[in-house]
């Protein structure tokens, strides 16, 4: 009968259940059996090839189908629970994330932003984890899952690890999503095997975690992004030049009526955004009084009224009126002659309802 070539196998499993090398086997008078399919093995210890052990089916009541990738497979899972048996510390290595608190349900944060930082730390899984079982049935959020390893603790269950070894399938998707802690290796070879244990856990194109919480929101993370507040108060006046960032806009004032909030691009804050145009403090004025007022709020403000009259040379707002003394916004509240300019509360609130379009922008009212 003839048998399909395969890949050596370096690996067999002795009569007491010792995965030994083909190299410490060799002057043993003990049998050895494949740690996939139970076949007894040969030892091929020749002068012209590698030593290994091959299957000895001529031995074997029963002809068993047994592929490379599944002795890989087998020997892998062997091997793994005697690295975790025998290692004082298995290393795992992870990038921590902390993360402002409004991370993602933020609408200053634009998709490709991270308001936060990212270190690299380890953490020795053997202070955790006590026990390495083999083919275990785990259950998860009311489903059953089996696993090639289990790494577990009793008394710290939600430590627990579930080490797939991927030679020809992966993990399924129900198993990934399943929140459960998992680290997936790749294994095409016994050399993958022996650069898992020379190795502290990485995670890379071949090793993959699932289920791992690495990131966590922090207080201590800066604002991202420097804002600007225009604010009308019930007293009738009102401000554009309000500081405020992310974390503290929705902060309101106890005596607010209209609280508008935009990106404050008028100094170098973290996070202002280059492809929106600065907006003057005169023009966000004008666009936050226009706002209260359409919303039903009785404004009176002298830079509304048609009467008034900026001397942007000298940065004075006079009315035709006087048009030798200068007035401030509130005058307008006890002025008998205040005539309110519709025209120009009507292109403040088209200019702003454009502005809205491309950019983001928080309209506040108290009702």
Avoid at 141 to 160: A, E, H, I, K, V
Avoid at 266 to 289: C, E, M, V
């Amino acid at each position: 009968m003839e048998y399909e070539s395969r890949m050596e196998q370096h690996y067999a499993v002795s009569k007491s259940s010792v995965l030994t090398h083909i190299t410490d086997a060799h002057n043993s008078n003990e049998d050895y059996f494949c740690p996939h399919c139970g076949c007894r093995m040969m030892k091929k210890c020749g002068n012209i090839r590698a030593w290994h052990f091959a299957h000895d089916y001529h031995l074997n009541d029963i002809q068993k189908e047994c592929s490379y990738e599944s002795y890989l497979h087998a020997y892998a899972k062997l091997r793994l629970q005697q690295w975790f048996n025998e290692s004082p510390n298995i290393i795992l290595h992870y990038r921590h994330g902390s993360f402002c608190k409004f991370d993602g349900k933020c609408k200053w944060q634009k998709h490709d932003d991270a308001c936060g930082r990212f270190e690299e730390k380890t953490f020795d899984l053997k202070k955790s984890l006590t026990k390495c079982t083999l083919e275990e049935t785990v259950q998860v959020n009311g489903d059953c899952f089996r696993t090639d390893l289990y790494w577990s603790n009793p008394d710290r269950p939600q430590n627990n690890v579930l080490v797939e070894i991927n030679v020809t399938h992966e993990c399924t998707t129900k198993k990934k999503e399943s929140l459960t802690r998992i680290i997936e290796f790749d294994v095409h070879s016994e050399e993958d095997v022996d650069n898992i244990i020379k190795n502290d856990i990485r995670e890379s194109k071949t090793v993959r975690y699932f289920g791992f919480n690495l990131n966590q929101f922090d207080d201590g993370i800066p604002a991202g992004y420097q804002l600007a507040k225009f604010v009308y108060y019930k007293s009738g006046n009102a401000y554009a030049r309000s500081q405020c960032n992310c974390q503290t806009y929705m902060k309101r004032r106890p005596s607010a009526l209209v609280e508008v909030t935009l990106i404050d691009n008028h100094n170098d804050a973290i996070g202002s955004l280059d492809t929106i145009k600065a907006i003057s403090y005169g023009k966000f004025y004008n666009w936050g009084l226009c706002l209260a007022m359409k919303n039903g709020f009785e404004v009176k403000n002298c830079y509304l009224c048609s009467l008034h009259k900026y001397n942007f040379d000298d940065d004075v707002l006079k009315c035709d009126l006087n048009p030798n003394s200068p007035c401030e916004p509130k005058d307008a509240l006890r002025c008998m002659d205040y005539c309110l300019d519709k025209d120009f509360c009507d292109k403040n609130l088209e200019e702003l309802n454009e502005y809205a379009k491309h950019n983001v922008v928080d309209f506040w009212l108290q009702r």
